[in-house]
């Protein structure tokens, strides 16, 4: 069974950074697009990142967030600076064989860490 298994989140206050990792069991990660998504109750899953062959980021962390992966480790990384009370959810690392912005194309989920920004 895959799983996805995030960790790094916490509470910070507004400006500051994180990271958060995800560490997946899959066989093909290498080949694997990953990237993260993010959950406000009460609101849908919203995109944030993902790397695969392309690269994209969501307009609202665009030169503040930054996803990476170790495909030695079997990692993908968000590194998340200048960090806003807005960005306050619950993350998910996501994967999937192609690149995609929206829920539809994601083929397996984590459980999601929580990201607590104060203002």
């Known amino acids: 069974q895959v799983q996805l298994v995030e960790s790094g989140g916490g509470l910070v206050q507004a400006g500051g950074s994180l990271r958060l990792s995800c560490e997946s069991s899959?066989?093909?990660?290498?080949?694997?697009?990953m990237g993260w998504f993010r959950q406000v109750p009460g609101k849908e899953r919203e995109f944030v990142a993902t790397?695969?062959?392309?690269?994209i980021y969501a307009r609202s962390v665009k030169g503040r967030f930054t996803i990476s992966r170790d495909n030695a480790a079997n990692m993908v990384y968000l590194q998340m600076n200048n960090l806003k009370p807005e960005d306050t959810a619950v993350y998910y690392c996501?994967?999937?064989?192609?690149?995609?912005?929206?829920?539809?194309?994601?083929?397996?989920w984590g459980k999601g860490t929580l990201v607590t920004v104060s203002s």
């Open positions: 899959r066989r093909t990660f290498r080949t694997d697009a």
């Open positions: 996501a994967a999937g064989r192609r690149v995609t912005t929206t829920t539809d194309g994601v083929d397996y």
């Open positions: 790397m695969g062959t392309s690269t």
